[in-house]
Every structure is written in C-alpha cells, then in structure tokens.
C-alpha cells in the first residue's frame, strides 16, 4: 500500500498541524467504530477498507508533520512482531 509522499506534504502544509493531527484522530475513531461493528457481526468490509485507508494516510500524515523517523519506527514494529512470534511459539525467520 502506497501513498503519494508528495500530496502528503502539501495537504499537511496547507491543513496545518493542528488540522492534520485532529482529522488523523477522527479517522482512527471511525475505524475503531468499524471495528466494534465487526465484532457484533455488523459486518460493512467496504466500509472498514475505506476506514483503513482513511487511517493509512492519516499516518503518513503523522509522520511527516511531526518529523518522525521512518527507521525508529520500523525498528518498533520489528521489535513487536518478533515478541508476538515468540508469544505464539513462532521462530525468526
């Protein structure tokens, strides 16, 4: 899954952080929202795909407007994964 680097730049300047940054919480809400539907058998696949996505750019946003480091939070997912593989009796591969 991509996202243009480059649209994300310019819709962050031009919103602004503050706008960014409430616009990102807001569609991690509705995803979350989907995500209880889910649970109670609700199911709208369409609509979690479209929260997802929603989310993924909202990322991307967070990001670049708050100068995060792409490696560090590489690392954390890395880190993550492997102590869920070992929770799960699964080795590196």
């Known amino acids: 899954m991509n996202v243009n680097e480059n649209l994300i730049k310019q819709s ?3 919103f602004g952080k503050e706008n960014t940054l409430t616009v990102t919480m807001e569609e991690c809400a509705e ?3 989907c995500v209880s539907k889910e649970l109670r058998g609700q199911e709208a696949r369409g ?3 479209e929260e997802i996505g929603d989310v993924l750019i909202g990322i991307s946003d967070l990001i670049y407007i708050c100068g995060l480091d792409e490696t560090r939070i590489q690392r954390w997912i890395d880190f ?3 102590r869920q593989m070992g929770r799960i009796g699964m080795k590196e591969e």
Do not use: G
Request: aromatic share 8%; proline share 0%; net charge neutral.
């Open 12 to 14: 962050c300047n031009y």
């Open 31 to 33: 995803l979350i929202q």
């Open 47 to 49: 609509h979690m795909e």
């Open 80 to 82: 993550k994964q492997n």
